[in-house]
Nanobody, 124 residues
Framework: QVQLVESGGGLVQLGGSLRLSCAASGRAFRSYNMGWFRQAAGKEREFVAAISWIGDSTYYADSVKGRFTISRDNAKNTLYLQMNSLKPEDTAVYYC?????????????????WGQGTQVTVSS
């Protein structure tokens, strides 16, 4: 079992940057593929980025490609999301998630464990 805790959210101006972190408990973190999703008010949860268990493959939603970078440090049991050139449409609650099995990493149902989320607000 994995417990996930996000941090690093906050209020930032248009064009600013934030780095989200997701601290995982449990010995099996390095065996999980990991992802970031977000949910804006009144909208469905959507895929943002994902990374393979060893960190050699990354995937991004078209809306964040070139602006966001997902990474992980398996020695620290931590997942990151570096967000640059932020836009008001990036405003959402951001969730990290862990997937223990196979499946499309862009699909939320692939994931077994979820964090509680961290709010990111981008002002114009």
């Amino acid at each position: 079992q994995v417990q996930l805790v996000e941090s690093g959210g906050g209020l930032v101006q248009l064009g600013g940057s934030l780095r989200l972190s997701c601290a995982a408990s449990g010995r099996a973190f390095r065996s999980y593929n990991m992802g970031w999703f977000r949910q804006a008010a009144g909208k469905e949860r959507e895929f943002v980025a994902a990374i393979s268990w060893i960190g050699d493959s990354t995937y991004y939603a078209d809306s964040v490609k070139g602006r966001f970078t997902i990474s992980r440090d398996n020695a620290k049991n931590t997942l990151y999301l570096q967000m640059n050139s932020l836009k008001p449409e990036d405003t959402a609650v951001y969730y990290c998630a862990a997937a223990g099995g196979r499946g499309l990493l862009m699909v939320s149902t692939t994931y077994d464990y979820w964090g509680q989320g961290t709010q990111v607000t981008v002002s114009s």
